[in-house]
């Protein structure tokens, strides 16, 4: 086994095809492996971030993938070359997490401040802000169809964002009480408050004190109501 980063936060993706695995870390590199031998040596993009990577992800179709910086950037790279393509979002605060919609053309970025960003990765610099929680966003994603965000927070809380509301507002539809407030840093900030839909996009899975609850999304599926 080869050790991918030093210490600090690690981010992992497979490619599309499952051939290769893209790392990143806190010692600001990103590392191509061959998923078949991990022994092997893998191929490193360097000298493209100045400080740790604190985020990783990949499009849908495999073509992209973004790194979000503890320095407040955002990137945007071409695969499989690893090429360095365009800086995405610069903010003021560490950025926390990434995910793109099912189309790959919308990126979703989720910092310090409480504030999730919605970039349209065809317009470098220009985002729409989704404001709600009260404490840094931890954890984003966009349901299978991207007609809904869910987002968790170091408030102690997850929101479901309707991205299709009909007055073409983002609107906060639903907001579960997890916790309490998480500590910045603390093993609860880690392993809480991390989520994931179902392939089907018919429940959210989000990890509780006592453990991960499953919470379904009654038929038909546009509407989104959760109940535990």
Known sequence: MRVAHGDGRCSVVYSR???????????????????????????????????AITTLAINAKGKFFATGTKDHKVSYFSYPSGNFDKLLVRLTVPIRHLSFDKTGRMLAVASDDATIRLANVGTPGQYLSVKGHTDAILCIA???????????????????????????KIECIETLRVCGRVVDGSPRAAQLLRIAWHPTGQSLAVPYPEGVKVLERPHPYPYPHLHP
């Open 142 to 168: 966009f349901d299978p169809e991207g007609k809904y965000l869910a987002s968790s927070s170091a408030d102690g809380t997850v929101k479901l964002w309707d991205l299709e509301s009909e007055n073409d």
């Open 17 to 51: 095809d499952g051939k290769q695995v893209i790392t990143s870390g806190a010692d600001t590199l990103v590392k191509i492996f061959d998923a078949s031998d991990f022994n092997a040596e893998p191929r490193n993009i360097e000298d493209q971030h100045e400080e």
